[in-house]
C-alpha cells in the first residue's frame, strides 16, 4: 500500500494499561504523551477509578490520562469521571458515536482490524471522534492481545488521525510509524514486565525508536523539498 502523506512533526505516545503511579511517571519522563487507564473488568490491567484517580492526579501537565471502556454503561462512564481527571475517553467495544460523545469529552474509538474490515465506512461512522484506534482482532478479546495485524489492510485514503495499536514493541514501532504515518501509537504489553506492571527500560526503548523514526521521516522530508 501506499504510505500516507507526513502530517506532523512527530508522532505521539500513548503507554495503556497503566496500574502503578511508578509506571504513570515513568511514562511521563520518556516522554509519553498519554497514559491509559482500563476500566474493563475482565481485562488483567483493570484499575480502579479511585487508584486511577490517584496517579493521573500525579502526572505532570501536558500528560493525558485516558479511560478505556468496552461497552459500559453510561453511568459507568459518568462515576469514573466523577474520579478521575481524565483528559480523553476511549470504547473499544461495540459504542455507537451518540454514545460516545455524550460526555462531554473528546473520544477516539477502537476498530479491531481484519480481513474485510471497512475503515473508511467505519470512520464515517464517527466523524466527531478525534481519532480511530486499530488493533488486532482477536474473537471474543476487546484489546490488549500483544498481537500485530496486518497493516497493509489500512487504506491510503484514510484521512482521519489514526492511533497504531496492536503488537508494538521497541524492535517494530519504528516500521509502523515509517508504514502508515500514524498520529499516534498506542502501546501496552509490548514494554511489560508482567500484565499491569511497566518496565521503565523498554518504555525508554519504546520512546528512543519513536523518536528516532520521527527524525528520520523528517530528515527525509527537508531533503526531499
Not at 500513548?14 to 511514562?27: F, P, S, V, W, Y
Not at 469529552?105 to 478525534?130: E, H, N
Not at 502508515?180 to 514494554?191: E, Q
Amino acid at each position: 500500500m501506499e504510505t500516507q502523506p507526513v502530517t506532523h512533526a512527530r508522532t505521539r505516545i500513548k503507554i495503556c494499561g497503566i496500574t502503578r503511579q511508578e509506571d504513570a511517571l515513568a511514562a511521563a519522563e520518556a516522554g509519553a504523551d498519554a497514559v491509559g487507564f482500563v476500566f474493563h473488568p475482565p481485562s488483567p490491567r483493570c484499575v480502579t477509578p479511585a487508584a486511577a484517580g490517584t496517579i493521573a492526579r500525579a502526572l505532570p501537565p501536558f500528560v493525558t490520562a485516558v479511560g478505556l471502556f468496552v461497552d459500559a454503561p453510561a453511568d459507568d462512564v459518568r462515576r469514573v469521571l466523577v474520579k478521575v481527571p481524565l483528559g480523553l475517553l476511549q470504547f473499544h467495544g461495540d459504542e455507537p458515536a451518540e454514545f460516545c460523545g455524550q460526555f462531554g469529552q473528546p473520544y477516539i474509538k477502537a476498530v479491531r482490524v481484519r480481513s474485510g474490515t471497512d475503515l473508511l465506512q467505519y470512520a464515517a461512522r464517527y466523524p466527531d471522534a478525534a481519532a480511530l484506534l486499530l488493533d488486532a482482532y482477536r474473537p471474543g478479546v476487546a484489546g490488549g492481545t500483544g498481537e500485530t495485524f496486518d497493516w497493509n489492510l489500512i487504506p491510503a485514503r484514510m484521512t482521519c488521525r489514526i492511533v497504531l495499536s496492536g503488537g508494538l514493541t521497541p524492535g517494530n514501532v519504528a516500521a509502523g510509524i515509517e508504514q502508515l504515518r500514524p498520529w499516534a501509537v498506542d502501546v501496552s504489553s509490548g514494554v511489560e514486565a508482567a500484565p499491569g506492571v511497566k518496565d521503565v527500560q523498554l518504555i525508554g526503548r519504546f520512546a528512543t525508536a519513536v523518536r528516532w523514526v520521527d527524525r528520520q521521516l523528517q530528515d527525509a522530508k527537508v531533503s526531499a523539498g
